[in-house]
């Protein structure tokens, strides 16, 4: 008898967890082989606290270099606003469906308001003079 006799199938008895490359694709496992679907999660794949914001499909393929929902996702498949990857404190390891994105959004919008930017194309303007935003009327 030699020792693999008794043994399952060892196919069976391997649980994935965190980013798995399924061909072409990437998706997001939770420790109890279940995938990350249909939306936003914030994940923490680095275990530093500090989670990202991804985007998968019904499937469970994460998008990348893309927009959804309005919202563009970089090479990494990460969610930026103004090229800024956009991030959440929150426990190490962790992985949350969002609630929270269109929050972030909000409060991003109303602080460019707040400081004098204004939504123009896509883009936020600043049109109005101030200490910390100075409008430069002339150029060298």
């Known amino acids: 008898m030699n020792e693999h006799d008794n043994n399952h199938d060892s196919a069976s008895l391997v649980k994935l967890s965190g980013w798995v490359n399924e061909g072409d694709s990437w998706k997001y496992y939770y420790a109890d082989n279940a995938c990350c679907k249909d939306g936003w999660f914030w994940i923490d794949e680095n275990r530093d606290g500090i989670a990202e914001c991804y985007y998968f499909n019904s499937t469970g393929e994460m998008y990348k270099d893309m927009i959804v929902d309005g919202s563009e996702l970089n090479i990494d498949g990460q969610w ?7 991030t ?9 469906r969002s609630m929270e994105r269109a929050s972030v959004i909000e409060r991003r919008a109303e602080l460019m308001v707040q400081n004098g930017f204004e939504p123009y194309s896509g883009e936020w303007w600043h049109y109005k003079d101030s200490e910390d935003y100075p409008v430069i009327e002339s150029f060298p």
């Open 80 to 86: 930026e606003l103004d090229s800024m990857v956009q």
């Open 88 to 96: 959440i404190e929150t426990s190490p390891g962790a992985c949350i």
